[in-house]
């Protein structure tokens, strides 16, 4: 994400389709032109030649005081081991002018600040089972021109250091990674990246290697520059970069499109499906499926549901492994691309929640998308889509920020809500105030 481009603004209500498409493909080229410069990463924070393994990167540490709750806004939780959780806060500070960003562990009202580097933004969070390593993805105002490149960040000691996983990936603008279900004994992670699309490692991060793509790959994602996803099957296991899927598959958009690769067809399988623009007069009018957001089922060896949310069109459900994709986003805000303001959920085949941007009076590109800019709002359904529900948030929530489901033993459904004036809350989906 970047802060060099003019802040430009467009009314729905009556902007010309010109106006439109002049904000889009500015940003679009903006964001293509700074993606194809040479990397700056490796001279700043690499010790040696590129894919080298790299230094720590610079962190500032509070005292280690607990705190009641971590302040706000929250950006991105993850679940540990046990009961605590990760939360990432920020912008800290002037949002315009010096924001910070703080990484928390702790649950309730106990909570302790952790190592980070504060000029990193923690846009997402990734843990296996075990707890143990931690991986961040940062978002990169590198892509625009401006600033580091922070790559994937990885930590071994529960978040006390920050190491950079880069060894072998050519391109450090990643941009979503997915755990192997089985992490502890395959030690698999995927990466997808702006420019080079999906990389494959089974030592953890040690190391990593380009899953081959027949042909070369665009950058950014398509029509949303930021429809650049993966996620793996809940029967997902790894294998070798030569072998990477001994069990399961994985779906990830990048190319500009949306691929499958199975255990059962051992090289990348495009999803062509090709989807409208749900806004009046917007150029494209049409556009390959792709997903900022992919989720799939938790019993998806039984229900074969999985579910993605794409910034250029809104969510779809596959109920076939991803072969064929049905729209069920009516009743939900429509996406306004370039935009990556959204969070996916999926608790079952019919239980899906989703933390969307309101509606916007006004269309402004996204240059700060991590500022608390506009009101979220969180949707859920409990029928695979065919009707939405807005959450009311408890007073001691506010509106919410960042959310995390996890499905208990007796089928109960937890939403750990993230507050944008801070906090981390708990609550029953089912005791919950929906509208």
Not at 71 to 83: E, S
Not at 298 to 324: E, I, M, W
Not at 341 to 348: K, Q, Y
Request: charged share 15%; net charge negative.
């Amino acid at each position: 994400m970047g802060r060099s481009l003019p802040r430009q603004l467009l009314r729905l209500s009556d902007a010309s389709v010109h106006g439109r498409r002049c904000v889009f493909l500015r940003l679009c080229l903006a964001l293509i032109t700074a993606a194809c410069q040479p990397f700056p990463f490796y001279e700043k924070f690499s010790s040696g030649t590129p894919g080298s393994p790299s230094v720590t990167p610079s962190v500032s540490v509070e005292a280690p005081a607990a705190r009641r709750l971590p302040p706000g806004p929250v950006l991105a939780m993850t679940l540990l081991p046990g009961t605590e959780l990760l939360a990432a806060v920020g912008p800290i500070g002037d949002a315009e002018t010096n924001p910070t960003w703080q990484l928390y562990r702790g649950r309730a009202d106990s909570w302790q600040r952790l190592a980070w580097p504060e000029e990193a933004v923690p846009y997402s969070l990734y843990t296996p089972a075990t707890g143990t390593p931690i991986f961040a993805v940062p978002i990169s105002n590198a892509l625009l021109g401006s600033g580091q490149p922070w790559g994937l960040l990885r930590s071994t000691d529960g978040g006390q250091s920050w190491q950079q996983a880069l060894r072998g990936l050519d391109d450090p603008y990643v941009m979503d990674v997915a755990l192997s279900p089985r992490f502890t004994d395959d030690q698999t992670i995927l990466a997808v990246t702006w420019r080079r699309g999906v990389y494959f490692s089974n030592n953890a991060g040690d190391s990593w290697q380009q899953l081959p793509y027949r042909r070369s790959i665009d950058p950014s994602g398509g029509a949303n520059p930021y429809d650049l996803a993966i996620a793996l099957s809940p029967d997902f296991e790894g294998g070798t970069v030569q072998h990477p899927v001994v069990n399961g598959q994985i779906v990830a958009s990048f190319a500009h499109g949306l691929h499958i690769w199975s255990a059962t067809a051992p090289k990348w399988q495009t999803v062509s499906i090709t989807v409208p623009s749900r806004l009046e007069d917007y150029d494209p009018s049409s556009a390959s499926l792709t997903a900022g957001a992919i989720a799939f089922s938790p019993n998806f060896a039984q229900d074969h549901t999985l579910y993605l949310y794409s910034g250029y069109t809104g969510l779809f459900r596959s109920s076939d492994g991803g072969v064929t994709w049905q729209f069920v986003g009516r009743g939900l805000p429509t996406p306004v691309p370039p935009t990556r303001t959204f969070h996916l959920e999926v608790a079952s085949a019919n239980i899906v929640c989703v933390l969307l941007v309101a509606p916007p009076e006004e269309i402004e590109p996204p240059m700060f998308s991590y500022l608390p800019s506009r009101q979220r709002s969180l949707y859920c359904t409990h029928d695979g889509g065919a009707s939405w529900r807005v959450l009311q948030p408890p007073l001691e929530v506010g509106e919410v920020s960042a959310f995390i489901t996890r499905r208990e033993e007796d089928g109960n459904i937890v939403l750990y809500l993230g507050g944008a004036q801070g906090g981390v809350f708990e609550y029953s989906i089912e005791a919950l105030t929906w509208q």
